[in-house]
């Protein structure tokens, strides 16, 4: 039999409710809470990282405060920044990629509900995985939507809601996010 949890994680459709899912996200909030009560260059810091997020690099600064789902669904590379108060919603996989830069307020998205309406009153919900390549810039307030990914050495500009993948190199801005630049800066 399948869990909630397993089926969460699997990006199938899932009842959030559940009391082991309940119980992760308990236990996450209290690593959240205890890592957001720190300061920059608090010893403190990296343990906290390790046991709420599911893989984190070397080199990783995180600006407290900042908010998880889980947290055993993050994976983040070395030489990473996260600014003041992201959101991490990791219901499915986050994955930053090595020296990637995340302005604040910056939301990473990978809960989804259901388009049926008996699925949302059933109160089920689905996951899609967000994926950042490598030295991406992420601008203040951008929010990616679940199931995108962001190809190495792209850039998202401030404020920008990315609805569709971005490519490697691409320079993306708006609401929708749409291209900027030169032909090389496509979707």
């Excluded at 889980?70 to 590379?77: K, Q």
């Excluded at 604040?104 to 509900?113: E, G």
Aim: glycine fraction near 12%; proline fraction near 6%; hydrophobic fraction near 35%.
């Amino acid at each position: 039999m399948t869990s909630e949890k397993e089926k969460m994680i699997a990006g199938e459709f899932y009842y959030p409710g559940d009391p082991e899912l309940a119980e992760d996200r308990k236990r996450a909030q209290r690593l959240m809470r205890d890592y957001n009560q720190t300061t920059y260059g608090d010893e403190s810091r990296p343990a906290l990282l390790a046991k709420l997020l599911g893989r984190v690099g070397n080199s990783v600064a995180i600006r407290a405060p900042f908010y998880v789902d889980y947290g055993y669904n993050i994976e983040i590379g070395s030489h990473v920044f996260l600014n003041y108060g992201c959101y991490l919603l990791d219901a499915g996989p986050i994955r930053i990629g090595n020296g990637c830069d995340i302005g604040p307020y910056v939301q990473l998205l990978t809960a989804d509900h259901p388009r049926e309406r008996a699925a949302r009153k059933a109160e089920l919900e689905t996951t899609r995985p967000v994926t950042l390549g490598e030295d991406v810039w992420i601008g203040a307030s951008a929010i990616i939507l679940p199931g995108i990914t962001i190809g190495d050495g792209a850039i998202v500009g401030a404020g920008a809601v990315v609805t569709r993948d971005v490519a490697e190199g691409a320079t993306v801005v708006g609401n929708p996010a749409r291209p900027v630049g030169t032909k090389s800066n496509q979707y």
